[in-house]
């Protein structure tokens, strides 16, 4: 039975802020970025910006991963972490705040696992970085070899083998090479390594139940960090059965997924999926060795055994196998002083908190510049509605989002989008400028931008973008039924765009081009608004529907069985819909009543 997993915690929207917390009392020569709680960034103390005379390395990512990443922050690793919440890349924000506190002269790379989420904030703020002058690059990690080439555009997921790219690029940076050579490295790196893990039971999300996916005798090959369902269900069998699979897997000829061959030299890191006891982690290891030497002919030359890159409290680990040679087994020998690399650590102990620093031209706060009308005219009082009852009908169903992206994703949908439509409803009675429609889209991006992360959090913000600029364009102050169904248009194509999926990929667009499509469909054919809109608003939901018996192309779910992604359509399709029918509802009754 499913039941609610025992925590020791408080809020649980406050995990990730209260582990930074401790972390920076732990560790004297970390630091926190403070100011605005949305930004979650660890740093090196000694680091600051404007001076720093190497490559900063940053990395980060959801978080859920403890240690990871901020544990990495030293000399001669991380630079900076950026900390998104439980399974949610972080907000663009929060990593140009980053990017900014530790950047010099010579740049910066980031590090980023392969996640939708993390590859499009990490993305944007790079590019905005650039725009700022940084010199910013940007590496990919893909280390899984658990499962065939994912369907679709995802790539492979980044996992515990991430942690060795950032050592061999924390130590090429801290060695004084360019932004360029330590990119160089930092890739070659990540192309030399594959990981695969084993898990006996699922991570609970703080405030979420725990799943019952695993029974009794079960185990899961090949899972990922975030809780998704592994590529096998097996029965359970002696370690030593178990790492001979997992190495296989790994090195496995038809996959080629590392380059390694009989005679190479390789590293070994066995890393504890959170719920391990190191006593297990060392019977594993000290059944891999032999394994790797005798049975695959392999020189092993470092092992790492512990817990690097967790996921929350799963029990079971990761091996990874990266080929070594000269450079790279300088790069992991080299000195560093973050705290949870295999080393000592030490340093005075500096304040344990520095303001975020600002652009160059930093531009006000939404709020300070903008207020909600005190009378509001017709079209005020609609958007009021509308986005009232949109962000509530995303709010009751945040526990159903959370459940479904559980079974085909992360778990992390229904918080993430709730964390949005929350703050979208307090910033709107603070200072939505509700009588002006295209400041007020405007407005909803920067709330989404501001506390929402993940794949979800990123795209809302660009649709939101899209509508606005296509809004702006074409509105002089009443937005006609045309220009709205524009600006959905023009949204959803830059959804489409930087989110790189199609209609039938399995993903929000599926509600949302229907939505587009039909009410485009339906105002030529001259119907009344609020009847397209409604009519509009059932192809959404029938879309998102219809997405239980999609393939998926995009996202996390295309690492999901099929039999599973059946069992349930897609979360951020429902949610997608969800708020859409709720608008078009709230719209139409307010029609009525007038
Ligand atoms: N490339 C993409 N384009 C459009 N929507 C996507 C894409 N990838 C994933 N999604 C949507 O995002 C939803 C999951 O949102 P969220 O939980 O925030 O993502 P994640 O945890 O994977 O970052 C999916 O259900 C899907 O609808
Ligand atoms: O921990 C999770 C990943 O770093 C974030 O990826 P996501 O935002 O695509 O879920
Ligand atoms: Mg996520
Ligand atoms: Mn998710």
């Not at 080439?149 to 690029?169: F, N």
């Not at 889209?441 to 506390?451: A, F």
Request: glycine share 10%; charged share 20%; proline share 5%.
């Amino acid at each position: 039975m499913a039941c609610h997993g025992k925590k020791l915690l408080n809020n649980p929207s406050d995990v990730v802020t209260e582990f930074i917390e401790g972390l920076v009392e732990t560790y004297p020569a970390l630091q926190r970025l403070d100011g605005f709680p949305e930004v979650k960034v660890v740093l090196r103390a000694d680091v600051s910006g404007a001076t720093y005379d190497k490559v900063a390395v940053i990395s980060g990512g959801g978080s859920g991963h403890e240690p990871a990443h901020a544990g990495f922050v030293g000399e001669g690793m991380l630079t900076a972490a950026i900390c998104g919440d439980v399974f949610a890349s972080p907000q663009v924000d929060s990593i140009l705040a980053g990017i900014r506190a530790v950047t010099g002269p010579m740049g910066c790379l980031l590090i980023v696992k392969n996640y939708t989420g993390d590859r499009l904030n990490f993305g944007l703020a790079a590019e905005q970085a650039k725009s700022e002058g940084y010199k910013v690059e940007i590496v990919i990690v893909g280390d899984d070899c658990a499962l065939p080439p994912p369907r679709g555009i995802a790539g492979r997921r980044g996992l515990a083998g991430t942690i060795l790219v950032h050592k061999v690029a924390g130590a090429a940076a801290a060695a004084g090479l360019s932004l360029a050579e330590v990119a160089a490295e930092a890739k070659r790196a990540s192309e030399m390594v594959g990981t695969m893990g084993v898990a006996l039971s699922v991570c609970t999300l703080p405030g979420q139940v725990t799943s019952d996916r695993l029974g009794p005798g079960k185990m899961e090959l090949g899972l990922g960090i975030h809780g998704e369902p592994g590529a096998v269900v097996a029965d359970l069998q002696p370690v030593d059965v178990v790492v001979s699979l997992i190495l296989k897997q790994i090195l496995s000829l038809e996959t080629n997924y590392v380059p390694i061959t009989r005679g190479n030299r390789v590293v070994l890191m066995v890393n504890g999926l959170g719920a391990t006891p190191l006593m297990e982690l060392m019977i594993a290891t000290g059944n891999a060795v032999p394994k790797l030497q005798l049975e695959h002919g392999l020189a092993v030359d470092r092992v790492y055994t512990g817990s690097f890159m967790t996921s929350l409290d799963m029990a079971g680990f990761s091996i990874s196998i990266m080929k070594a040679d000269q450079a790279i087994l300088h790069c992991l020998d080299a000195a560093t002083k973050a705290p949870h690399w295999p080393v000592g650590v030490d340093g005075n102990h500096p304040p344990a908190k520095i303001p975020i620093p600002m652009p160059p031209s930093h531009s006000t706060k939404s709020e300070e510049l903008l207020s909600r009308p005190l009378q509001l005219n017709q079209q005020g009082h609609i958007m009021e509605v509308a986005i009232e009852a949109a962000a509530n009908a995303v709010i009751n169903l945040r526990d159903s989002l959370n459940e479904w992206d559980s079974k085909v994703g992360d778990g992390d949908c229904g918080s993430t989008i709730c964390r949005g439509a929350i703050t979208i409803l307090e910033d709107m009675k603070k200072y939505y400028p509700l009588n002006d429609a295209a400041e007020t889209v405007n407005e909803i991006g920067s709330s989404i931008r501001r506390v929402m992360g993940g794949t979800s959090g990123i795209l809302y913000n660009i649709f939101c973008k899209a509508a606005y600029a296509q809004l702006k364009a074409s509105t002089q102050s009443v937005v006609t039924s045309k220009q709205w169904c524009e600006a959905l248009d023009a949204a959803v194509a830059s959804i489409s765009k930087y989110g790189g999926a199609s209609a039938g990929y399995r993903t929000m667009l599926d509600a949302l081009i229907p939505a587009s499509t039909v009410l485009q469909e339906r105002l030529n054919a001259g119907i009344d608004p609020c009847t397209a809109f409604l009519l509009s608003s059932e192809a959404a939901l029938t879309g998102a529907e219809s997405t239980r018996h999609m393939q998926a192309q995009a996202g996390r779910s295309t690492y999901v069985s099929r039999e599973i992604l059946e069992s349930v359509p897609d979360p951020g399709a429902m949610a997608a819909a969800s708020w859409y029918r709720a608008a078009a509802l709230a719209v139409k009754d307010t029609y009525q009543a007038s």
